[in-house]
């Protein structure tokens, strides 16, 4: 544990209040990272997240643009932002992940929240405070560090946001005297190619092609192709697609939306969609997969499956638009496999591990038994 640093660190330490799924959210996430887990592209979610750097070096893509990091530096993403942290090779990264939702249509509380998450819309929205501000809205998220270790109680849990609520407070207050500044790299045709991914992601509905973005950013097809792939790991008609998929995605998951409607408003016909998936099962699986991650949360033991059950049925309850649009785009037998699916592996884990410890009890015994028999036959 580390209690000189401007943030308090325990490893693997997080705190959670609710699920991702109701109306206020908490979950802090004290960790490390490394290169050999960064991920292959950008990914989004529906709740805000503070990513926070607390040792050497990374950085942010955010919708195509690429931002450096160093320790301390304020990252704040809102719902729905593609985004991805890419961390170097060497030795991992300590930093805090919080993932939150606050109702921000509170009666009376509305535009004071929403004043406080101004900071999250800003074009660029990386903090890096002076030294006073910094402690001072640290001082917050220490205060949570504390609460969290504390035995868990409503008042606690109320503590905690109203800690939270004044960081953000804290970083919004602070946000005119931000010194963050966007590197500028050293060499041109590695600024030109994040140009030109933050090109694609205001753009991504519009016709887009090699020859097109050659022609607009003054630099000869054969020579991007090959340096796009270098910079991003991708081809440039792979990120485009990648691009206007993830956004598919999103709306997929949603809105009520029909997947025609979809791929028309990301710039791709259904064949281009569904080339990404082997059939129009596969797309619905994946969207029914991530939304059962986010309503299960790890609650698949045995002392919180009941809890993980409850949560499935909430989210059936809160999505039932996206559910609905599964029903009219497949059918009911599809909802059906998914769901008996999805509750057959929540029980039957829970179910291995009572068999395992009846096992224990009821072989072990009559094991020993025969045992001592055999012993007394010789």
Known sequence: MYYNAPLLYEQAYSITINNAEAPLYYFFDYDERSYNINMEFQHFHQFYEVHILLDGKASHIIEGD??????????????ALLHKTEYPVGAPRKRLIINFA?????????GMLRQALAPFDAEVPIYRLGDAER????????????LGKQPRTPLTELAIH????????AVAQACPRNTYVPQEFDDSITRKIYSITSYIHSNYAQELSLDYISKKFFISP??????????????????IQMTRVRNAQQLLLYTDMKIADITAHCGMNRMTFYYHFKDIYDLVEWACVEEAARALA????????????LQILQSLQKDKV?????YHSISREYIEQYLY?????LMIGVVEVLAASLTMCLVSPIEIHIEEAGQTAS
Do not use: M
């Open 298 to 309: 790890g609650k698949k033991t045995y002392d919180t499956w009941q809890q993980g059950f």
């Open 102 to 110: 606050i109702p921000a249509d509170t009666p009376c509380l509305g």
């Open 341 to 345: 699916k999805l509750t057959y592996d």
């Open 162 to 169: 109203s800690k939270f609520v004044e960081f953000l407070c």
């Open 322 to 326: 996206f559910y609905i649009n599964v």
């Open 135 to 146: 402690a001072s809205a640290f001082g917050y998220l220490n205060d949570i560090f504390t």
């Open 222 to 239: 054969y020579y991007l192709s090959h340096q796009f792939k270098s910079v991003t790991g991708f081809t440039l008609i792979n990120y």
């Open 66 to 79: 690429y931002y450096a990091l160093q320790p301390y530096d304020i990252v704040f993403l809102r719902p």
